[in-house]
């Protein structure tokens, strides 16, 4: 079952912080983050548990409430760097990771 | 540091020609995980190996196999091409068991396309 995400984009400037979410319809043992930029392969952010943990990354930063099946990834004044896309990938059972469709970032200047 | 090494990186097929795209994952990973990525859409999973058994299996066509072999590496195979195989193949693997505690390490693709 794949994790829907929103919003499909977004555009900030530097600075600037965003909330991206991922929601599933399914019980998840684990969510995970990976950014992906054109023409690159996704490269991984991190990965939420159960027990609703929030985890950080720099300035980014993401929850887990297993009980509503969402994840929240936080930019936090986001850098030109943070441009790409985003994929939450949730797994529902052992060596599967079903990613969403992501979120695009922009950050302009 | 030693990172997923796909080959070739770039493709060009036929339709109804053959393609054998190959992975080599980080030493020590036993896990391996192959992903579909069409233009713009989202990494779709095809398949996974664990200690050189399938361990999982998506939506990879009937005219696609895999195997992970006795050094790790593994190999996808790509039968009557269509166009709709048109896509950037990902490898990706993990140490251990994988999911859900072992993050995802990505190889930079093998970008097909079929003509």
């Known amino acids: 079952q794949q994790p829907v995400q929103s919003p499909q984009a977004v555009i900030l400037r530097e600075g600037e912080d965003a909330v991206i979410n991922c929601s599933s319809s399914?019980?998840?043992?684990?969510v995970h983050w990976y950014r992906q930029k054109h023409g690159e392969a996704p490269v991984f952010l991190m990965i939420?548990?159960?027990?609703?943990e929030q985890k950080g990354h720099d300035k980014i930063s993401a929850s887990f409430n297993e009980k509503k099946q969402q994840s929240s990834l936080y930019l936090t004044a986001s850098q030109l760097s943070y441009s790409g896309t985003y994929f939450c990938?949730?797994?529902?059972?052992?060596?599967?990771?079903?990613f969403g469709k992501g979120n695009q970032v922009v950050v302009i200047p | 540091a030693a990172g997923v090494i796909q080959s070739p990186r770039h493709l060009i097929k036929e339709k109804r020609e053959t393609a054998t795209l190959k992975c080599y994952p980080i030493?020590?990973?036993?896990?391996v995980y192959w992903y579909q990525q069409g233009p713009g859409q989202d990494p779709q999973f095809l398949i996974s190996?664990?200690?050189?058994?399938?361990?999982d299996k998506g939506s990879i066509p009937d005219r696609f196999s895999a195997q992970q072999f006795s050094d790790y590496h593994s190999e996808l195979n790509m039968s009557s091409l269509e166009l709709g195989d048109s896509a950037l193949y990902f490898c990706?693997?993990?140490?251990?068991?994988?999911?859900?505690?072992?993050?995802?390490?990505f190889g930079s693709g093998t970008q097909l396309s079929v003509l």
């Open positions: 990706a693997s993990s140490l251990g068991t994988g999911l859900p505690n072992e993050k995802l390490f």
């Open positions: 399914k019980a998840l043992y684990s």
């Open positions: 939420l548990l159960k027990g609703g």
């Open positions: 990938g949730t797994e529902e059972r052992d060596n599967r990771l079903a």
């Open positions: 030493p020590r990973h036993d896990t």
């Open positions: 190996f664990y200690e050189k058994m399938q361990s």
